[in-house]
């Protein structure tokens, strides 16, 4: 299984970044071999529609699971329209919300947050 955190850094116990478009970076951690691979997000610099190109480049690379803070709505529904599934974020680090979506402790995203969200 693939899960995708959004990110601040390329470092798995790195801060997350709670924006899902405009997130900096993406932590990729593989469950199978326990790695983690990172991605710059080359939908954040765009002037429109950075969570729809996000939530592209997660199906690109094959994604099964995504943490983020928040989808807005064009995100959310390019990932509704997948097997994808979304969870929100509930810790600090990369690795903490890798581990807390392991453990069945994140909630999952059901509906949009607000587009831009900012932070």
């Keep these: 299984m693939k899960i995708l ?6 470092d798995s116990k790195g801060a997350v970044d709670k924006r899902f478009g405009r997130a900096e970076f993406y932590v990729i951690y ?5 790695a983690y691979d990172f991605v710059d997000n080359s ?7 950075a969570g729809p190109k996000a939530a592209q480049i997660a199906i690109d690379l094959g994604i099964d699971v995504i943490i983020t803070g928040n989808l807005g709505p064009r995100a959310l529904s390019v990932i509704e ?4 599934k979304s ?3 509930d810790g600090v680090t990369v690795e903490e919300n890798v581990q807390n979506y392991l453990d069945n402790k994140l909630e999952e995203i059901t509906s ?5 969200a900012g932070n």
Excluded: C, Q, W
């Design 43 to 49: 939908a954040k610099d765009g002037a429109h529609g």
């Design 112 to 116: 949009a947050g607000p587009s831009h």
């Design 81 to 84: 329209s997948t097997p994808i």
């Design 87 to 89: 969870y929100r974020i």
């Design 5 to 10: 955190i959004s990110s601040k850094s390329k």
């Design 30 to 34: 593989n469950s199978e071999t326990k």
